[in-house]
């Protein structure tokens, strides 16, 4: 298994806007920073178990850093820091106190399978990227 000094991203496997995230970071990405595993699958639920987290409390994607964890709006800003580049802007956002940003965060979970959709199969990785999931 991967240590937790590794930017590990567990995502919402069958949501196609977690499945469109999970695609922006790898495109922007360039260095390898962040690993994936799908919340359903049995990586996903071991990291989950790892980092002592229930495997039915997520509607959408944790961040897994430093033997800490993040969720919701934390996750996504630290994210995108991580990214680096004109992305580490929105860390400016982290200000925002934590019951707002989720507040919004929630509203977008909860509607993500109206709004976006949702597959029936989790992302299935091509082989130039299949290293990166867990």
């Known amino acids: 298994?991967?240590?937790?000094?590794?930017?590990?991203?567990l995502f919402?496997?069958?949501c196609n806007l977690c499945n469109g995230m999970v695609s922006f970071i790898i495109t922007r990405d360039k260095k390898g920073k962040f690993k994936f595993s799908s919340l359903q699958s049995e990586a996903g639920r071991s990291w989950l178990e790892?980092?002592?987290l229930?495997?039915?409390e997520f509607d959408s994607f944790v961040l897994i850093k430093n033997e800490n964890y993040y969720l919701k709006s934390t996750a996504a800003l630290k994210t995108?820091?991580?990214?680096?580049?004109i992305w580490k802007i929105f860390y400016v956002f982290i200000w925002v106190p934590r019951p707002l940003r989720d507040f919004l965060y929630d509203?977008?979970?909860k509607s993500r399978y109206k709004v976006f959709?949702?597959?029936n199969t989790c992302m299935i990785p091509t082989p130039e990227i299949e290293a990166r999931f867990l």
Do not use: C, F, Q, T
């Open 117 to 119: 959709g949702k597959r």
């Open 80 to 85: 995108l820091r991580e990214l680096g580049g």
């Open 50 to 52: 790892r980092v002592g």
């Open 107 to 109: 509203i977008i979970a």
């Open 12 to 14: 919402d496997g069958v």
């Open 54 to 56: 229930s495997e039915n």
């Open 1 to 9: 298994m991967h240590n937790l000094n590794e930017n590990i991203l």
